[in-house]
């Protein structure tokens, strides 16, 4: 059983950059596919971002492409989220998930473990 715990966000001004952070622990996160998501009040839960478990092929929702790096570092079994240039748009409650797989994919559906959201706000 894996257990993530988000950590990093709050409320920040349009323009500023951000890094949210997710914390695993129960298993090693190197053995999992990771993705973030997001959700805005109102609003269904979206992809992000993922990075696969072993060659760091990431992928981002075109929304945030070129604003938002997804990275893992498995020493801290932690994977992060830098975000830049933020949009009042991009205020929403952001997740982590994990994936169990032996590939070498991102994945942006079909995530096996969640945590429990950090809240984002962005101010215009």
């Known amino acids: 059983q894996v257990q993530l715990v988000e950590s990093g966000g709050g409320l920040v ?3 500023d950059s951000l890094r949210v952070s997710c914390a695993g622990s129960g298993r090693t ?5 990771m ?6 009040p109102g609003k269904e839960r979206e992809f992000v971002a ?3 478990r072993t060659n ?10 070129g604003r938002f790096t997804i990275s893992r570092d498995n020493a801290k ?11 009042p748009e991009d205020t929403a409650v952001y997740y982590c998930a994990a994936k169990f797989t032996y590939d070498s994919r991102y994945y942006t559906v ?3 473990y969640w945590g429990q959201g950090t809240q984002v706000t962005v101010s215009s």
Do not use: C, H, P
Request: no cysteine.
């Open 13 to 15: 001004q349009a323009g």
């Open 29 to 33: 996160l190197s053995n999992y596919a």
């Open 35 to 40: 993705g973030w998501f997001r959700q805005a």
């Open 50 to 52: 993922g990075i696969s």
């Open 56 to 65: 760091g092929n990431t992928g981002y929702a075109n929304s945030v492409k």
């Open 77 to 87: 079994n932690t994977v992060y989220l830098e975000m830049n240039s933020l949009k």
């Open 110 to 112: 079909d995530y096996n």
